[in-house]
């Protein structure tokens, strides 16, 4: 008969609620959100003939896109994501930025990273005033990437 002694169980798994945004141009806190990290290869589609005349269609990867990626927090006096935008709009320069999104199991441990390169605010939202609703406020800032890039 085999016997199972406890030991140590690491989680296979990661978990999405642990993470932080790290990006030296700007400190960005209180977010409770990112969504949008994605990877896309476009596909170029190449018709051959054979030989005997059978047609083939062939797929091949063209050039890669990545996801807008989006930014929610609770909407407070710190207006560092609205002005960040608000440089863009007035033509004000250095306004994109290199950065990380950090993902960390429960021990604080990092266990996954995102460097995107070249980001910058395409889009600032907040959510809708309705005197009907004792919600909080939240704010989103959509940044568009250069490159993405998964290192851990």
Do not use: H
């Amino acid at each position: 008969m085999a016997i199972n002694t406890a030991g140590a169980v690491e989680d296979k798994f990661l978990v999405g609620s642990w993470f932080t945004l790290e990006m030296p141009k700007l400190k960005i806190s209180g977010i409770t959100e990112i969504s949008g990290l994605a990877l896309e290869v476009d596909v170029v589609e190449v018709k051959q003939q054979t030989a005997k005349g059978k047609l083939l269609l062939m797929k091949r990867p063209a050039s890669s896109k990545y996801g807008d990626i989006t930014i929610k927090r609770l909407l407070s006096a710190d207006k560092s994501m609205w002005q960040w935008c608000k440089d863009i709009r007035d033509g004000k320069n250095g306004y994109r930025t290199d950065g990380s999104i950090v993902l960390f199991d429960i021990s604080n441990k990092e266990v996954g990273r995102w460097n995107f390169t070249n980001a910058w605010p395409s889009k600032w939202s907040a959510s809708d005033l309705d005197v009907g609703q004792g919600d909080p406020m939240t704010e989103e800032l959509t940044l568009t990437v250069e490159l993405l890039d998964r290192v851990k």
